[in-house]
T-cell receptor, first 116, second 113 residues
């Protein structure tokens, strides 16, 4: 399975941009990059996903490296409510190499602390 | 309201006493999955189901069983719980396409004494 590597923790100040990195050097050409976050005492929630091009939505932006071996989740203006654990995962587009695209590996994620 | 529900939300039990944690979704999703979350280990997938009667192992399936007899329900069964299964469990569902988002339930905190 293609795996992702994220820093254990990051800190930011409120109102400042936050760049959360994710390395996925073994990504295959058909793996989508998904980001989820988990607020304290809640289940994870979807943030954004992409394949090759940079993506924007109301929550965040996703910047994907040209070689796709890394990506960065960008929170343009961090708020206290953005303090959470952020997970970067890969989802295969279809079954390949004996691995089902239903199998997902979340990892430990990055704990984001936002200071007032 | 579109949601994933889990029951019970909290459970304290003893070693060896069979238990079932239910998971239900009202979004007609084909894909459902169970995860456990432990401090320092993040979310780990236990089992998943691509559709009715189709289930497969995740990364940590030992000690668990699942069934998918109906599209909306995906119960997690612990036939003989042990203390190392004390954890926070999450159920999730999504449409079958891997580019669609997963919706997670609120979690079930299980303690096995």
């Amino acid at each position: 399975d293609a795996k992702t590597t994220q820093p254990n923790s990051m800190e930011s100040n409120e109102e400042e941009p936050v760049h959360l990195p994710c390395n996925h050097s073994t990504i295959s050409g058909t793996d989508y990059i998904h980001w989820y976050r988990q607020l304290p005492s809640q289940g994870p929630e979807y943030v954004i996903h992409g394949l090759t091009s940079n993506v924007n939505n109301r929550m965040a932006s996703l910047a994907i490296a040209e070689d796709r071996k890394s990506s960065t989740l960008i929170l343009h203006r961090a708020t206290l409510r953005d303090a959470a654990v952020y997970y970067c995962i890969l989802r295969a587009l279809f079954n390949a190499g004996g691995t089902s695209y239903g199998k997902l590996t979340f990892g430990q994620g990055t704990i984001l602390t936002v200071h007032p | 309201e579109a949601q994933v529900t889990q029951n019970p939300r909290y459970l304290i039990t003893v070693t060896g006493k069979k238990l079932t944690v239910t998971c239900s979704q009202n979004m007609n999703h084909e894909y459902m999955s169970w995860y456990r979350q432990d401090p320092g280990l993040g979310l780990r997938q236990i089992y998943y189901s691509m559709n009715v009667e189709v289930t497969d192992k995740g990364d940590v399936p030992e000690g668990y069983k699942v069934s998918r007899k109906e599209k909306r329900n995906f119960p997690l069964i612990l036939e003989s719980p042990s203390p190392n299964q004390t954890s926070l469990y999450f159920c999730a569902s999504s449409p079958i396409s891997p580019i669609r988002e997963q919706f997670f339930g609120p979690g079930t905190r299980l303690t096995v004494l």
